[in-house]
């Protein structure tokens, strides 16, 4: 990734499965930014709404001149194809992407451009994302949402010790000759947890960091795929955490098979206190998200279950969850351009 990049050469891929009553939210955002992107590409996944009527009309009354495109896939084939679906249909030399639930601040693009252009560091960056507010489902601020590296020196130290790396996918930015260079998403070989996997080959090309400003809002909601497939990504993050270490130290990595026999070996109390952990983890997740979207009731039991399985993660996930509140800022409001 060279620092030569324009608004207008930026498609913005827009991956949906059955989610209209969102995904206006999501468009409104994008062509309401300060630096409009050159187009919108909607990579519908097979939903049984009519997304395409909605895409259609969306882009005849408010796109403001940008060229917003729907495409389709003829069958439900998972994030990373529909990804890699908008992508092949989009025209632009550098991809940026945005589920359909999530929402962009006005100057989240902006702010990226900036960066790139103004970067002078040793190595190239390869993918660009951003800190983000967690919103629930009526977009009300949670908490600051603040994950992966934000400097090259921690995108080193990560490529040293075999380390993972993190962006919220609906802030990245990257080219697409980094893309096609890559071989876009890999749809079978770390399954929903594959959106890791290519942060982890794009940190072979550049650096992957994040700028460390809260913008994009990122929904938590019942039905979302953290929640739906946890236990699925959970496995698969799993084994490429495993990888990467092993990637670190001239080791050939893991098939599926391979990890699974690996974990078998552990003495027994090991993987017990393991699987108590992870359980721990889902029940938080189902709780705070209960929680936060008026369910409170089951929220507050589930979020017992996990006091029980995992006290640590609860405290912390509830400490951090008022520092980020009162670092926050109020819920974005219509005409603000996040819908």
Not at 108 to 134: C, D, M, V
Not at 185 to 212: D, H, Q, S, W
Not at 225 to 252: C, I, K, S, Y
Request: with cysteine; proline share 4%.
């Amino acid at each position: 990734m060279t620092g030569s990049i324009e608004p207008a050469a930026v498609s913005v891929v827009v991956p949906t499965f059955n989610d209209l009553e969102r995904i206006g939210d999501a468009l409104a955002s994008l062509v309401a930014q300060s630096a409009r992107p050159g187009e919108i590409v909607v990579s519908d996944d097979a939903s049984v709404e009519d997304v395409e009527g909605f895409v259609r009309e969306f882009a005849q009354r408010d796109a403001d001149g940008i060229s917003v495109r729907y495409v389709r896939l003829q069958t439900n084939s998972g994030d990373a194809a529909a990804r890699n679906a908008g992508i092949a249909a989009s025209s632009g030399e550098w991809i940026a992407i945005c589920d359909s639930d999530d929402v962009w601040a006005p100057n989240k693009l902006e702010r990226q451009i900036e960066f790139i252009r103004g970067w002078s560091g040793r190595r190239p960056i390869a993918l660009l994302g951003t800190y983000g507010y967690n919103v629930n489902d009526a977009r009300r601020v949670i908490s600051t949402a603040a994950m992966g590296a934000t400097s090259e020196r921690e995108y080193e130290d990560i490529r040293r010790r075999g380390g993972l790396f993190f962006a919220i996918h609906s802030s990245i930015v990257y080219s697409r000759a980094d893309y096609d260079a890559l071989g876009g998403y890999r749809t079978e070989e770390y399954g929903a947890a594959n959106e890791f996997e290519m942060f982890c080959r794009m940190a072979e090309r550049g650096v992957v960091m994040n700028l460390p400003e809260p913008l994009v809002y990122y929904r938590k909601r019942a039905g979302s795929m953290q929640l739906d497939l946890f236990w699925e990504r959970h496995r698969n993050v799993t084994r490429l955490a495993e990888n990467q270490r092993r990637r670190a130290r001239g080791e050939p990595p893991l098939s599926r098979e391979q990890f699974v026999a690996q974990l078998a070996r552990e003495p027994a109390w090991r993987r017990l206190m393991r699987n108590k952990r992870v359980w721990g983890m889902y029940w938080y997740r189902r709780g705070a998200t209960d929680m936060i979207n008026g369910r409170r009731l089951h929220g507050a039991s589930e979020l017992a279950l996990a006091s029980v399985l995992d006290s640590a993660r609860l405290r912390h996930g509830v400490g951090n969850a008022l520092r980020g509140r009162r670092r926050a800022l109020p819920r974005p409001e219509r005409g603000d351009g996040v819908g």
